[in-house]
């Protein structure tokens, strides 16, 4: 918003859109009980990303912060809010250090996926899906990005064969309201136009919550989920 | 009198705990049907003029395939259960050896040649006792396995363009794409499927799977997908699709694909081979590929970082 003084006109300009949809839904991801140990991954056999780390790395298939929060779920809109349109701009999916960078990436079906692979070995870029097309590519070093879309919404595991360890998600959704949390649990879901909502918040590998929530203006809702893991 | 009793009750309890533990274990055992009859779909197949149809095949397919890839098509036959590597997955559309890109579905022609060839290394027989027509009803009802047919077309095959002569500098240039591609990660430096990764492979229903051996046969050369130099070709640039192995097809361009293919024959160290012949007229050694300028040195294979 500009400090100087502003004309009415932009201001309704500059503010219409947000009293049109201005809804925001946010809260946050947290768990209850153990979540299971994670495990150091040995990457003696990969010189070239062994390097690229000073601590040990380890597996994420949970990954916690302060207070109890979860980071790595998906939250987002599964009723109400779907949207025919993919976005323009492309998603990443970076493979660095050996490791897959986000863990978790969600994206609206054809939606326009680069991959790209920032290590100096060969990596195989293998999404293990069921209702889309499975493919596996190879991506040396220094090769352009691969790109692809997804047809339809899905969970889908990734997997490079090479290196074992590497493990991460395509979340392939109908909607373009979604959120990640981060390892402060929290997420956030802007500009929602009034009505009535059914929000999930999945976390892998096969965690689903959902919730109702309805926005009448351009209120912000809060909207907390809890997950209860186990140490197996 | 006395101990009689308690060694009858011994005995009930035993059969009771076996009664319970067979059960139990009975419970957990796959489904191998035979399952009720599902409604039947009518699906063709086209291998050249040939048409198929999978009305013509149902009984062939119980009689002699049901075994193994299950009467459902899902791989869950009774001998599944026996078998390493296990039967395909017809629902899941998903095939090793096709003409046409990974991801993509086979031609009709590419699974009536995988069912007249059979699977080397693997209880796919070589199904000669089949007529030309018998095969292409059988793709026909194979289809009918997956809603993907009804759904997609096949992929588009892949073009092979013509293959150079075998000369000494394509064998060592297919050696530099074999370095540099770094497919000794998982077929190890002499293709013995003994690479740094191949331990820990599984295929894409978490089944541990062993990288091809080029070393181990005699004087054949069969790979899962067809033994000619065509076959191996396609086996690269396509990928295997549901296993680790991927397809390069976006990182080798068609015409050096024939020199790693004749590289690759050169790995298959116990085959007469025209490749294995240039071979040991240049002396049984590999020379050092030379790079046009704009290339990275090659480096030895198991060196690589």
Known sequence: ?232 | MKILRSMQWLGVMAVVSLAAAVGGWAQDAPDVGPHPPAPEKKMTSHIGDLVGHSENAKSDYRRYCAGCHGDLGDGNGENAVWLDPKPRDFTAAIFKCRSTLTGTLPLDEDLFNTIGRGLTNSNMPIWNVFSRQQKADLVAYIKTFSPRWDKEKPGDPIGIPAEPPVTIESISHGKYLFTKLECWKCHGPQGKGDGPSAATLTDSKDQPIRPYNFAAGQDDSRFKCGSTNRDIFKIFMTGVDGTPMPSFADVIKPADAWDLVHFLRTLQVHRHSPENEVLKAAGGKIPDYVEKPAEAPASQPGGGN
Request: hydrophobic share 35%; glycine share 8%.
């Open chain 1, 1 to 232: 918003m500009q400090a100087s003084k502003p004309c009415i006109a932009t201001l309704i300009a500059v503010l219409s859109p947000a009293l049109l949809f201005g809804g925001t839904i946010s809260g946050k991801v947290t768990y209850t009980g153990t979540p299971a140990k994670q495990k150091v991954i040995d990457m003696s056999k990969e010189p070239s990303c062994a390097k690229q780390h000073a601590t040990p790395v380890m597996t994420e298939g949970v990954v916690t912060g302060p207070n109890n929060a979860l980071a790595n779920v998906v939250v987002y809109i599964s009723a109400g809010g779907d949207d025919p349109n993919p976005p323009a701009q492309a998603v990443t999916f970076t493979q660095k250090g050996c490791q897959y960078g986000p863990h978790v990436l969600a994206m609206h079906t054809g939606q326009e996926l680069d991959v790209v692979n920032a290590d100096q070995t060969s990596h195989n870029i293998h999404p293990l899906a069921k209702v889309n097309r499975e493919w596996n590519k190879s991506q040396p070093p220094g090769t352009p990005p691969l790109k692809d879309k997804w047809d339809q919404p899905e969970v889908i595991e990734v997997k490079c064969n090479i290196h074992p360890w590497m493990h991460g998600w395509f979340v392939v959704l109908k909607t373009n309201h979604y959120s990640v949390s981060g390892e402060n649990g929290s997420f956030t879901l802007p500009n929602l136009p009034p009505g009535k909502y059914t929000i999930t918040a999945w976390h892998e590998p096969d965690g689903k919550q959902t919730q109702d929530v309805t926005i009448t203006g351009n209120e912000t809702k809060t909207v907390d989920f809890s997950f209860a893991l186990k140490p197996y």
